[in-house]
């Protein structure tokens, strides 16, 4: 960002630092919306949750009503100024990395700016455009409850329900999958490390990754699941966006995110970096504690890794679309 930048947070007001002087200012909302401040052509910054989400009885984060957030854009946009949001799930990492650790208005908006300054491969999101629910994403969030409901199940039969006809499908395609998947996928997935006369042993963390990701192509019953919204086969990124949330701003991604990230990425990445009991007393390093050189790396195993899942993803849709058409 070549532009003034100035970073906002909210705690009952708003706290804005002007990152050229590294002063703070507080301002009421009223003043903060009014944006009689704000410089031309300069970039404003705020978490996601205060300032791209509207206000709703159930937090106290939200600031503004979808109409007020939409005015506010627009003036912005008059001004010439750049509205970017900062993915709020990133916040504490920014305070363990560029503040002192200390929750405070004035800390994390130095600390977001430390972090929008110093990582140039992190991704803000733009305002939004509306504010009116899309069908597609109620479909989304209709399809993630089945494939919640679909996990749960299987995940108390610990992935191995022989009446489960994706726990069949999977024994009985498990060689061919693997045949479909480059060697970064195979190595990722762990389906490079049994013979051909070897059994894809129920306890292995191979299963639940692959019932994971076959569950939202395949029902249990044997049918192929559809999207609610247009009757068709779920795409790649419809799920990701809609279903998944692969992207930093959305959290609450289910039960399948859960198994991807937490019990997937996870340990594949404290695996490849060798980090399981190298931080503070014997304990998992935190990437909070990362030097750039590790950050580097474990950015490069992220990609990797979802580049995997993404290749798994199309080989089991390929695979539903041809049952379909038999």
């Given amino acids: 960002m070549t532009s003034a930048i100035y970073v906002a947070d909210f705690g009952g007001n708003w706290t804005v630092l002007n990152g050229s002087t590294k002063e703070t200012t507080t301002m009421t909302p009223e003043d903060f919306a009014s944006l ?33 957030l939409l005015e506010i854009y627009d003036r912005a946009r008059r001004k010439g100024c750049t509205i970017k949001l900062f993915p709020n799930q990133l916040t504490a990492k920014a305070r363990a990395m560029f503040g002192n650790g200390e929750k405070t208005d004035e800390n994390d908006a130095k600390a977001i700016y430390g972090m929008v300054t110093k990582c140039p491969h992190l991704k803000l999101m733009n305002p939004p455009k509306t504010f009116v629910v899309e069908r597609s994403r109620e479909a989304g969030w209709e399809f993630k409850n089945e ?21 069949r499908f999977i024994e009985e395609n498990v060689y061919d999958i693997a045949d479909r998947l480059s060697p970064l996928a195979r190595s990722v997935f762990e389906l490079d490390q049994f013979k051909r006369n070897g059994e894809l042993k129920a306890s292995d963390s191979r299963r639940n990754k692959l019932y994971t990701l076959a569950s939202l192509f395949f029902h ?62 014997g304990k998992v390093l935190s990437h909070y504690d990362f030097t750039p050189e590790q950050d580097a790396e474990f950015r490069k195993h992220r990609r990797d890794y979802m580049k995997a899942v993404v290749e798994v993803m199309n080989v089991f849709r390929a695979m539903a679309k041809s049952l379909v058409a038999a």
């Fill in 36 to 68: 009689s401040w704000l410089p031309s052509h300069s970039t404003l910054i705020s978490e996601n949750a205060h300032f791209g989400v509207p206000r709703n009885d159930l937090s106290l984060a939200q600031v503004y009503t979808a109409d007020e």
């Fill in 147 to 167: 494939t919640n409901a679909i996990l749960n199940k299987a995940r108390r039969l610990k992935y191995q329900d022989p009446n489960d006809a994706i726990v």
């Fill in 220 to 281: 249990p019953n044997g049918s192929v699941r559809l999207r609610p919204d247009t009757g068709a086969i779920p795409g790649r990124e419809w799920l990701r966006r809609n279903v998944l949330h692969t992207s930093p701003f959305h959290f609450k991604g289910g039960i399948a995110r859960s198994n991807l990230y937490w019990h997937g990425f996870r340990n594949y990445v404290i695996k490849c970096m060798g980090t399981r009991k190298a931080g503070n007393g």
